[in-house]
C-alpha cells in the first residue's frame, strides 16, 4: 500500500526507527519493533544513515519485515548523496524484491570532509529520477520539508520554492523535521499553500527526554525554542525521570493542538523508545479517531 493513500479516511499516525549502530546485530532492533507493533501506527519509517551498503542492507531488511511480517506498512529512507544512478538502480531494485512500495527520498547530509561526487546533488534529482524510471514510477515517494527553513537556505522563501521543486519531480506526500513550535507548522503550511503545494503534510514530533539530545537537534537542524520549552529543560534538566516525563507531556500538548488545528498526520521521531512511544499513544490515539 502507497502511504499516501492512507490519509483519506483519518489523520495518520506513523513512527520513526533506525537502524542499529553497525557493532551490533540488526536482531537488537526488533524488540523495540515489537512493541511499537501494538500501538497499531499507520507505517514506520527505517532510516538509512552512515555506513555503505551494509546500513543499506540493514534497512531494507528492517523495512520488508515491518511490511512482510509485521503487516505494518514501511517507508525506506534513501539519501542520495554520494550516490551514482547505477548505486540508486541498485538500491531500489533491493527495495523493490523486498516488498517495500514507500521511498523517503532525501539529500542527507553532507560529510565534514565536504560533497562526495555523485550524480545527485538534490532530492528533487532523486525524485525526478525515480519517476522517470519505468520500473521504479510506481514508488511511493514522500519527501522531507522544513517548517523554519532548511539550514542552508538562503530565507524561507527560497526554502518554500525547493520545497515545490520536489512537488513537482513527483512526491506523494511530505513529513516535517521536528519543531517546537506550532506556529511554525502553521504558518509553514499557509505558504506551502500559497506556493500550490497541496500534498498531505505529516508534522514531525520529537519528544524531548534528555537536555543533551535537544542540544543536538538544535545544532544539526536550527530549531527554535519557544520559552515554555527552554522552561521546562531547565527546571528539569537534572532530574531524568522527569526531564523524560515532562518531554512526553510536552509532545501530546503539541499532537493535542495540532490534531484540534487538522493537521494531516503525526510524524513521531521515536529514537527507538518503545516506552515513550507508548506513553504519547496512550494520550492521542483516540483523538486521531475522533
Avoid: W
Amino acid at each position: 500500500m502507497k502511504t499516501t493513500d492512507l490519509f483519506a479516511k483519518k489523520p495518520v499516525l506513523s513512527f520513526e526507527v533506525f537502524p542499529p549502530k553497525r557493532t551490533n546485530p540488526v536482531e537488537t532492533i526488533y524488540e523495540t519493533l515489537d512493541s511499537l507493533r501494538k500501538l497499531n501506527p499507520d507505517f514506520i519509517s527505517v532510516t538509512y544513515g552512515a555506513g555503505g551498503s551494509e546500513n543499506c542492507k540493514a534497512t531494507t531488511e528492517i523495512a520488508s519485515k515491518i511490511k512482510n511480517e509485521y503487516g505494518i506498512e514501511s517507508v525506506a529512507h534513501l539519501p542520495c548523496i554520494g550516490l551514482t544512478k547505477d548505486d540508486v538502480i541498485s538500491l531500489l531494485g533491493g527495495f523493490k524484491r523486498a516488498g517495500i512500495d514507500n521511498i523517503l527520498a532525501l539529500r542527507g547530509d553532507i560529510p565534514e570532509g565536504g560533497r562526495p561526487a555523485g550524480d545527485f546533488e538534490h532530492a528533487s534529482d532523486l525524485i525526478s529520477f525515480i519517476k522517470e524510471k519505468e520500473e521504479f514510477k510506481d514508488f511511493n515517494v514522500v519527501a522531507a520539508c522544513y517548517p523554519e527553513g532548511h539550514t542552508e537556505s538562503e530565507n524561507i522563501l527560497t526554502d518554500i520554492r525547493s520545497l515545490k521543486t520536489k512537488v513537482d519531480a513527483g512526491a506523494d506526500h511530505l513529513i516535517t523535521q521536528l519543531f517546537f513550535d506550532n506556529d511554525c507548522f502553521y504558518r509553514f503550511k499557509e505558504r506551502a499553500l500559497l506556493a500550490g503545494i497541496h500534498l498531505p503534510v505529516e508534522a514531525g514530533i520529537m519528544p524531548v527526554t534528555n537536555k543533551k539530545q535537544i542540544e543536538r537537534m538544535v545544532s544539526l537542524c536550527g530549531v527554535s525554542l519557544p520559552s515554555k520549552f527552554t522552561a521546562m529543560m531547565e527546571r528539569y534538566e537534572h532530574n531524568p525521570e522527569a526531564m523524560r516525563d515532562a518531554g512526553i507531556a510536552y509532545a501530546v500538548d503539541q499532537i493535542v493542538d495540532l490534531i484540534a488545528r487538522g493537521v494531516d498526520g503525526i510524524h513521531l521521531y521515536t529514537m527507538n523508545n518503545p516506552y515513550v512511544a507508548s506513553k504519547i499513544h496512550e494520550a492521542v490515539y483516540r483523538l486521531l479517531a475522533a
